[in-house]
């Protein structure tokens, strides 16, 4: 075996190595969000009752829903509870002492739920750092930078909800964004998963077919019909299923327009308070940070990467507006965070050209 293939190979044990360490180092993570749902210590969406009635079980305790479906918009996310229902059955229990009669079925299905936000994130910052290698043609050592980067910024999620597996499908939708097989059903499965992937893949697609307009180049040269025909239509399927199929109560100014600019202004002015800026300001102070790393590497991408474009920061812009019409509130923040798997990718782009990772592997290539 000669220097080189010996170099590979070790190359592949250290990166091996460097993935198990993360996975580890991680798991407290995973029993922290768990312990903090388990013992209700924050305001939370809890899904874990619509995770027991997907099981067949409900009833009127505090910690059941008389009905399958909850009120909306959680009601209109089954996919995001439903893929957490095998881990309830298989997941071993597991009980915290200071607990006072333990709900044994409502901790089960609060633990799946966390174990499949855990799983998601690490699956997210793979993929981002795949974005960062693969599509941004970025250096090891920087794109590992960047999946840590995604792996911090999901301290503003609660892995016991279903945040991380909507993080996941935009990370997906982003590494695959020129193509069609898998964007299609992955963005038409979201309508029923998390309504927050669908918004993010339309302005996505949307925005960059407004940019080929404005730049008056032939329609032709627009390469994403399909991803935006089903983009639109799982945004419409959205919508028909919430008001028309499955009509939930609850929260039912966030599709009438008449209300959307008095709960912005009311949205403003929560969020100058200082709970607002802890939970508002600060996420969206680290995604502007990241809108300024994205927009200013781009040009630095090679011109056939597809996965970013100047144009989609109107992604994080779109979710902003967003969240400021339906009554976000205190989460505001969290939600135009979802969109971070599309930016985050660049921050290995500035890494290599201000930190010296690609000078560094070609000085050991000439080696």
């Known amino acids: 075996m000669n220097s080189r293939a010996t170099s590979d190979h070790a190359a592949r044990i250290y990166k091996a190595l460097i993935v198990l360490l993360v996975v580890l180092v991680s798991v407290p993570v995973y029993f922290s969000d768990y312990r903090a749902a388990a013992f209700n210590i924050a305001p939370r969406d809890d899904y874990a009752p619509y995770l027991l009635a997907l099981t067949g079980e409900t009833g009127d305790g505090p910690r059941r829903q008389a009905e399958l479906m909850p009120g909306a918009p959680m009601a209109h996310r089954p996919l995001s509870v439903a893929v957490a229902v095998p881990f309830y059955y298989v997941l071993p ?8 009669a333990p709900d044994e079925p409502y901790l089960r299905a609060t633990a799946a739920l966390t174990f499949v936000g855990w799983i998601c994130m690490l699956m997210t910052a793979l993929v ?7 599509r941004c043609g970025c250096t090891s050592g ?53 309504e ?57 100014s ?18 100058l308070s200082l709970k607002g800026a802890m939970t508002n300001g600060v996420p969206l102070a680290a ?7 994205a927009y200013r590497a781009a040009p630095g991408l090679a011109a056939t990467t597809a996965s970013f474009r100047r144009v989609d920061i109107l992604v994080a812009l779109a979710l902003l507006t967003t969240a400021a019409f339906i009554g976000a509130e205190f989460t505001v923040g969290r939600l135009v965070l979802h969109a971070f798997p599309l930016y985050v990718p660049l921050f290995a782009v500035v890494v290599d050209n201000y930190l010296c990772f690609r000078r560094s592997e070609a000085s050991a290539g000439a080696a």
């Open 93 to 100: 229990y597991y009980a915290f002492t200071n607990i006072e």
């Open 128 to 134: 981002v750092y795949a974005l960062a290698r693969r």
């Open 142 to 194: 920087a794109s590992l930078t960047a999946a840590l980067a995604a792996l911090l910024l999901f301290n503003f999620f609660d892995l016991a909800g279903i945040d991380a597996l909507a993080l996941f499908l935009v990370a997906i939708l982003v590494y695959y964004i020129d193509r069609p097989a898998v964007v299609v059903p992955t963005v038409l499965l979201a309508a029923v998963t998390n």
């Open 196 to 252: 927050k992937v669908v918004i993010i893949a339309l302005v996505l697609y949307a925005g960059r077919l407004l940019a080929a307009l404005m730049q008056r180049r032939p329609r032709a040269a627009y390469a994403y019909w399909p991803q935006l025909a089903a983009s639109a239509l799982a945004f419409v399927g959205y919508v028909v299923f919430r008001t028309v199929i499955a009509p939930r109560p609850g929260y039912g």
């Open 254 to 271: 966030q599709l009438d327009p008449t209300t959307w600019i008095g709960t912005a202004i009311d949205t403003a002015s929560l969020s």
């Open 287 to 293: 995604m502007a940070v990241l809108l300024v790393i």
